[in-house]
């Protein structure tokens, strides 16, 4: 699929490169790994450049979107996505099967558009609901009822590349949102609470947000043996550190 057949309907900030000759110099590399990012790339999948950086590997979003299902508490059947991005990890919870809707949020209009798009070649575009806008503002105003039926996915931006070159991530500084502000926010929403962040996230700061004799989860995901990220599972999920 190439520029041409995208031009008449996706804005000028949205590309499907086919050669890497075309693919500027920062983004080669993402470029390479396209099909761990999106294992139908060829069938004409939509990017931003910045959102190459953001897009959750497919099967690391397989395996996160499949806890997730098996592990969420029976009564949850809505699954939010908050910075649904390019669309990698809604695309997985639509593809579980599990969920009686997905709704997804992204405040950049032309990325909203990649994930529209990108939705539809996985075949899975009528199971969400889509969303433009910031996540905090839709959730408080136009899903807020849904919360009790809810379980929240956030993959929050980490504030850049920077993140790998720390030993250990400092969450509070996290930009542009906290780990307070996340889990503040979600958590007048609802009390089931995933969060997808840097591998060396401090853990200590992870566990302030444990109450009294809750417990939370957190877990690496890895491809070729390194870990990609990990998760953070708030709320009563029944056990995804068993799997």
């Known amino acids: 699929m190439s520029e041409d057949h995208i031009s008449e309907e996706a804005p000028p900030e949205v590309h499907h490169y086919n050669e890497i000759g075309e693919v500027p110099w920062d983004i080669q590399n993402y470029w390479a790994q396209r099909y761990r990012i999106f294992s139908k790339y060829d069938e004409g999948v939509w990017l931003t450049d910045d959102a190459w950086f953001g897009v959750t590997p497919e099967p690391v979003a397989n395996k996160i979107a499949d806890h997730i299902a098996k592990y969420a508490p029976e009564g949850r059947s809505i699954l939010v996505d908050a910075f649904a991005g390019a669309g990698g990890n809604t695309i997985a919870f639509a593809l579980s099967g599990r969920w009686k809707r997905v709704y997804a949020i992204e405040k950049n209009p032309a990325v909203l558009k990649c994930a529209k798009h990108n939705a539809k070649i996985y075949g899975v575009d009528h199971k ?28 929050p931006p980490w504030g850049g590349p920077g993140y790998r070159y720390d030993e250990i991530f400092d969450l509070s500084t996290m930009e542009p949102y906290s780990i307070n502000t996340l889990f503040t926010e979600y958590s007048m ?47 009563d999920f029944r056990g995804p550190s068993t799997d």
């Open 128 to 155: 969400i609901t889509w969303f433009e806008g910031d996540c905090f503002d839709v959730i408080k105003n136009q899903l807020k009822v849904l919360g009790p039926y809810s379980v929240l996915f956030a993959s």
């Open 189 to 235: 929403f609802t009390d089931q609470i995933v969060l997808y962040l840097p591998r060396t996230s401090d853990v200590r700061q992870l566990a302030k947000y444990v109450k009294g004799t809750e417990q939370a989860t957190v877990m690496h995901y890895c491809m070729e043996g390194a870990s990609k990220a990990l998760c953070v599972y708030y709320g």
